[in-house]
């Protein structure tokens, strides 16, 4: 099984809409993340988590919310989508300590906003 | 600001010869750390190997090794004996004391395809 996981892997949705996807790790890491892949961006920081009581913004956080509801779980929620929020959506994970740590990414939700 | 240039957006190689992808950077601080992630075509992305901005060493892992030039700020990634399975696309990435040390900065990639 996956160390990572996001579900759904493909999301279709319209304006407005409220959307949540899910990441959960079996890795045992305290520290998760949501990223956001454009094409010709390369990867973007929405949010960061250390552990379910302290979660950071990122770069790119304006119209997104989330959610650690437990060690292994961080949730990415779209209050209200846009169209500019069409993209790949990635979760990842990270051991604390070390900077020389890397980080594990999921496998990619991929939505897109009609 | 941190921020890292890829000025390849695609290469074609020989299956079996060495490739380089370079990687180029720019930060003020001392302390940072460089990765590469390979995305194949399914999309996940896999950590490849990591230089920390004071180790003094080239780092290298199998059939990647990072060629680190502090001095000229580059991190290339070299794969020697190209292999059909390495098409993918490339990512050179850094973190640095930005958000709580936890951003990755990401290049925009470099598309290596390799012919048989």
């Known amino acids: 099984d996956a160390d990572v996981t996001q579900t759904p892997r493909n999301r279709i949705t319209k304006t407005g809409k409220r959307i949540m996807l899910e990441c959960s790790q079996t890795k045992g890491h305290d520290r998760m993340y949501w990223y956001r892949q454009d094409p010709g961006l390369g990867l973007r920081l929405i949010y960061y988590s250390f552990d379910v009581k302290d979660i950071n913004k990122g770069e790119i956080s304006d119209g997104y919310s989330v959610s650690r509801q437990a060690q292994a779980k961080f949730s990415l929620s779209l209050e209200s989508a846009i169209p500019n929020q069409t993209a790949l959506y990635f979760c990842?994970?990270?051991?604390?300590?070390?900077?020389?740590?890397?980080?594990?990414f999921g496998p990619g939700t991929r939505l897109t906003v009609l | 600001a941190q921020k890292i240039t890829q000025t390849q957006p695609g290469m074609f190689v020989q299956e079996k010869e060495a490739v380089t992808l370079d990687c180029t950077y720019d930060?003020?601080?001392?302390?940072?750390?460089l990765f590469w992630y390979k995305q194949p075509s399914s999309g996940e992305m896999i950590f490849l190997i990591y230089?920390?901005?004071?180790?003094?060493q080239n780092a290298t892992e199998g059939r990647y090794s990072l060629n680190f030039q502090k001095a000229r700020k580059s991190a290339n990634l070299v794969i020697s004996a190209s292999q059909l399975g390495d098409s993918a696309m490339y990512f050179c990435a850094m973190r640095g004391p930005h958000f709580g040390n936890e951003k990755l900065t990401f290049g925009t990639g470099t598309r290596l395809t390799i012919i048989p």
């Open positions: 930060t003020s601080d001392p302390s940072y750390g």
């Open positions: 990842a994970t990270r051991a604390g300590g070390g900077s020389y740590n890397e980080q594990f």
């Open positions: 230089q920390g901005s004071y180790d003094q």
